[in-house]
């Protein structure tokens, strides 16, 4: 049974950066398509970024491109979202998620396994 665990969040300033992990156990990563949702206080849950299972497929949201990258280290069974020149709306829970199969998405209903979130504040 996979497991992920998210780490990495955080109080920061507009414009600051902070880099989001998601470690995974129980399972070889690389048999998982990964996503980054967040969810804000009394807003639906949302896709973020999606990697494919060898990191050659990459997707975002229009709110955070050119400020987030999404990579993986298969090695390390790990996830990683770069989060560069934060603001305050990006300021929500953090969940990774995975998906068995090759093909990624920002539908949260495609993935089958969560990690438990880790909160992102933006403020000064």
Same mark, same amino acid.
């Given at each position: 049974? !996979?497991?992920?665990?998210?780490?990495?969040?955080? !109080?920061?300033?507009?414009g600051?950066?902070l *880099?989001?992990?998601?470690?995974?156990?129980?399972?070889?990563? /690389?048999?998982? =398509?990964? =996503?980054?949702?967040?969810?804000?206080?009394?807003?639906?849950?949302?896709?973020?970024?999606?990697?494919?299972?060898?990191?050659?497929?990459?997707?975002?949201?229009?709110?955070?491109?050119?400020?987030?990258?999404?990579? *993986? /280290?298969? =090695?390390?069974?790990?996830?990683? !979202?770069?989060?560069?020149? !934060?603001?305050?709306? /990006?300021?929500?829970?953090?969940?990774?998620? =995975? *998906?068995?199969?090759?093909?990624?998405?920002?539908?949260?209903?495609?993935?089958d396994?969560?990690?438990?979130?880790?909160?992102v504040?933006?403020?000064?």
């Open positions: 049974q !996979l497991q992920l665990v998210e780490s990495g969040g955080g !109080l920061v300033q507009p600051g950066s *880099r989001l992990s998601c470690a995974a156990s129980g399972s070889p990563l /690389d048999y998982y =398509a990964i =996503a980054w949702f967040r969810q804000a206080p009394g807003k639906e849950r949302e896709g973020v970024s999606y990697i494919s299972r060898s990191g050659g497929n990459t997707n975002y949201v229009d709110s955070v491109k050119g400020r987030f990258t999404i990579s *993986r /280290d298969n =090695a390390k069974n790990t996830v990683y !979202l770069q989060m560069n020149s !934060l603001k305050p709306e /990006d300021t929500a829970v953090y969940y990774c998620a =995975a *998906r068995v199969g090759s093909f990624p998405t920002l539908d949260k209903y495609k993935y396994y969560w990690g438990q979130g880790t909160q504040t933006v403020s000064s």
